[in-house]
């Protein structure tokens, strides 16, 4: 399942690098892009644990940009 989520207040481009980084390494994501420009995030991860993958992907996102808010 492939799903695009909007960010709000991601600071920088180090910082969604990062996130990308992080996030890819959550066993059953297949692909991640963090977004500076575009304050975006899209998500492909295996649809039978997408929402949990999702879970982890958040607090990813807050554990490197703690002001950092992923709209679910």
Do not use: H
Not at 16 to 45: H, N, Y
Request: hydrophobic share 45%.
């Amino acid at each position: 399942m492939k799903k695009s989520f909007m960010l709000e207040d991601l600071d920088c481009a180090n910082c969604a690098a990062k996130m990308e980084r992080a996030i890819a390494e959550i066993p059953g994501v297949k692909k991640v892009t963090v977004s500076f420009m575009a304050q975006k995030m899209i998500l492909d991860a295996d649809d039978e644990r997408f929402d949990e993958i999702l879970g982890q992907a958040v607090k990813c996102v807050k554990k490197v940009e703690p002001d950092c808010v992923v709209l679910v």
